[in-house]
């Protein structure tokens, strides 16, 4: 029978690589043609984290914990080392010696998720996997402030010209920051003793909000495969912020049915 913590770790891993990955050349790609350093380390991270990928596929979910939790350490160091480059690039923007098609909140987000992603490995090592209520509102908050950078991104690399689709970005933009707020207040003022109620509400609004801009998504994305919207999102980009909205949805279910179990 397989372990929780082996199977937890993989998925970890096979999601969060390949996004750090992608990270890694969404930058190299936005850098100017004279920061060749800076593209050049990117382009390391590519390639490390394309290592990572071949190794999960020597791992199964029957794989030995011990040897799962040391590929984790591996690949926990690999996600610190992308936080710490990426916040190199946002420190050297934000300081203006570095001028690029990069927007400093994007490099912050994916800073974001690169010690999201390290923060889960550590904590399956230490056999944390079950959510807690705190945890709960934490990670949804997380992935909240995530869906609303993604509609500010799509916004303002959409062409102005494409006014509706622009209108619907700044829309979801608009919601999700108040769905982001929302979820501040209920950390603040959850009483203990009726966290269920209050969190199969939370997680409720926030499934329904996700799938409308999950599936606004998908429809941006196939416009952009078939050329038949302008704008200056890549075609893996406008994948990669889909792929990420189904994440939030399935973690919205491993929650409600983690909180479903504890009734």
């Not at 933009?173 to 207040?185: K, N, P, R, T, Y």
Request: glycine share 2%.
């Amino acid at each position: 029978m397989s372990n929780p913590i082996v199977e937890r770790s993989l998925d970890e891993i096979r999601f969060w690589s390949r996004i750090m990955k992608e990270h890694a050349l969404f930058l190299s790609l936005g850098f100017t043609y004279e920061q060749t350093q800076l593209i050049a380390e990117a382009k390391q991270f590519i390639t490390l984290f394309e290592r990572i990928e071949e190794k999960l596929a020597r791992f199964n979910v029957n794989s030995d914990l011990q040897r799962v939790k040391s590929f984790n350490n591996e690949v926990y160091q690999a996600a610190v080392a992308i936080w710490g480059y990426k916040r190199k690039v946002l420190g050297l923007t934000l300081r203006c010696e570095i001028r690029s098609n990069n927007y400093p909140l994007l490099v912050d987000h994916i800073s974001r998720e690169a010690a999201y992603f390290a923060n889960r490995l550590r904590d399956l090592n230490e056999g944390k996997l079950a959510p807690e209520p705190d945890t709960i509102i934490q990670e949804n908050l997380f992935f909240l402030r995530i869906m609303a950078d993604h509609a500010k991104f799509i916004g303002h690399l959409l062409d102005p010209s494409e006014r509706k689709l622009v209108d619907q970005a700044r829309d979801f933009s608009h919601d999700f920051d108040q769905l982001v707020f929302q979820a501040i207040d209920l950390d603040s003022m959850r009483p203990q003793s009726e966290t269920v109620p209050l969190m199969d509400q939370f997680l409720d609004q926030n499934r329904v909000s996700v799938v409308s801009l999950r599936d606004f998504k998908k429809t941006a994305r196939e416009l952009i495969e078939a050329c038949r919207i302008k704008s200056n999102i890549h075609p893996l980009l406008a994948d990669h912020t889909f792929r990420e909205a189904e994440r939030f949805l399935e973690i919205i279910d491993l929650f409600d049915s983690h909180l479903s179990g504890g009734r």
